[in-house]
Nanobody, 119 residues
Framework: QVQLVESGGGLVQAGGSLRLSCAASGRTLTIWRMGWFRQPPGKEREFVVTINWSGDDTVYTDSLKGRFTISKDNAKNTVYLQMNSLKPEDTAIYYC????????????WGQGTQVTVSS
């Protein structure tokens, strides 16, 4: 089993920044990739970015490139999402996820952290 705990959400004004953290514990050596997803109010959950467990391969959703940056602290088993130039449309619950099987869906999810961007 893998446990994921997100932190760092909150209320920020448009143009501001936030850094989300996702700490992984348990059988972390089984993790293949980590990802961030978000679910805006009244909408479906959407993919944001993914990073492999070694931290040297990332894939972003095109619309967020340049504003959002994923990184990983291998010593702490923690993945970060740095969000800059935030917009009201970035308001969402942000979820951290992990997948342990190559090619399969994400099979572990965090509880989510709320990000609210005010105009």
């Amino acid at each position: 089993q893998v446990q994921l705990v997100e932190s760092g959400g909150g209320l920020v004004q448009a143009g501001g920044s936030l850094r989300l953290s996702c700490a992984a514990s348990g059988r972390t050596l089984t993790i293949w990739r980590m990802g961030w997803f978000r679910q805006p109010p009244g909408k479906e959950r959407e993919f944001v970015v993914t990073i492999n467990w070694s931290g040297d391969d990332t894939v972003y959703t095109d619309s967020l490139k340049g504003r959002f940056t994923i990184s990983k602290d291998n010593a702490k088993n923690t993945v970060y999402l740095q969000m800059n130039s935030l917009k009201p449309e970035d308001t969402a619950i942000y979820y951290c996820a992990a997948k342990t099987v190559v090619g399969d869906a994400y099979n572990y999810w965090g509880q989510g952290t709320q990000v609210t961007v005010s105009s």
